[in-house]
C-alpha cells in the first residue's frame, strides 16, 4: 500500500526535476499533451495510450532514480551462466537496479502493483506537466539539485519549483466541483 502511493510521487518529483533541468524535453511534454488533450480540460485515463512521450519521461525517471536498490530475490531453477558467472541451481539471486539500468517488474513474478503503479504515476505526471508550466525558482534550470540521497533513493534536498498555471481558470474550477 505504502508503494502505491510513495512510488508514484517519489518518481514524479525526480522525473519534474529532471524535465526542469531540460527544459526542451519539458517543452516537448507540454506540446504532446496540447495536441493530444488540448488546453480545455485535464487528461484523464483514457488519453494515456496517446502520451508516449510523458510515458517514456515516467519510465525514464524510474530508469535513472530507481525506487529500491535490488529487485525481489529469485532462486535460480536451473545451473545456467549470466554475463561470464556461472549461477548453480537453487541459488538466490539478487539484481542491483541500478546496474541493469532498469526495473525489471514485469513477468510472473512481477509487482503485482505494476499496471497501478504506472498509470498513477504517468497520470501524475501528465497533469502537473498539462496544468502548470514549471521552472526553477531562479529561472535557471541548473538550480534544480539532481543529487539523491546517501540513505535511500530520494533528491536528497526537496524539488522546489516555480508554478504557473497555463489552463484557463475554468479547467481548474471544473475540480473543485
Known amino acids: 500500500m505504502l508503494a502505491t502511493i510513495d512510488n508514484p510521487s517519489n518518481a514524479v518529483e525526480w522525473a519534474l526535476a529532471e524535465m526542469i533541468n531540460q527544459p526542451d524535453i519539458l517543452d516537448r511534454a507540454c506540446k504532446e499533451l496540447d495536441q493530444v488533450v488540448g488546453k480545455?480540460?485535464?487528461?484523464?485515463?483514457?488519453?494515456?495510450?496517446?502520451?508516449?512521450?510523458?510515458?517514456?519521461?515516467?519510465?525514464e525517471a524510474f530508469r535513472l532514480h530507481p525506487v529500491a536498490a535490488f529487485n525481489v530475490p529469485h532462486v535460480s531453477i536451473k545451473d545456467t551462466t549470466v554475463g561470464g558467472y556461472f549461477?548453480?541451481?537453487?541459488?538466490?539471486?539478487?539484481?542491483?537496479?541500478?546496474?541493469?539500468?532498469?526495473?525489471?517488474?514485469?513477468?510472473?513474478?512481477?509487482?503485482?502493483?505494476?499496471?497501478?503503479?504506472?498509470?498513477?504515476?504517468?497520470?501524475?505526471?501528465?497533469t502537473l506537466i498539462q496544468g502548470f508550466s514549471w521552472t526553477a525558482p531562479s529561472n535557471d534550470p541548473s538550480d534544480i539539485d539532481l543529487v539523491e540521497s546517501d540513505e535511500n533513493f530520494l533528491m536528497a534536498?526537496?524539488?522546489?519549483?516555480?508554478?504557473?498555471?497555463?489552463?484557463?481558470p475554468n479547467v481548474y474550477l471544473k475540480l473543485m466541483q
Open 157 to 168: 534536498k526537496p524539488l522546489i519549483a516555480h508554478a504557473v498555471p497555463r489552463l484557463e
Open 40 to 59: 480545455d480540460r485535464l487528461v484523464d485515463e483514457s488519453d494515456l495510450p496517446m502520451l508516449n512521450y510523458v510515458k517514456a519521461c515516467a519510465k
Open 87 to 126: 549461477i548453480p541451481k537453487g541459488s538466490h539471486v539478487l539484481l542491483s537496479r541500478r546496474g541493469l539500468g532498469e526495473t525489471l517488474g514485469t513477468g510472473r513474478r512481477g509487482c503485482p502493483g505494476i499496471v497501478l503503479g504506472s498509470t498513477m504515476t504517468t497520470i501524475l505526471l501528465a
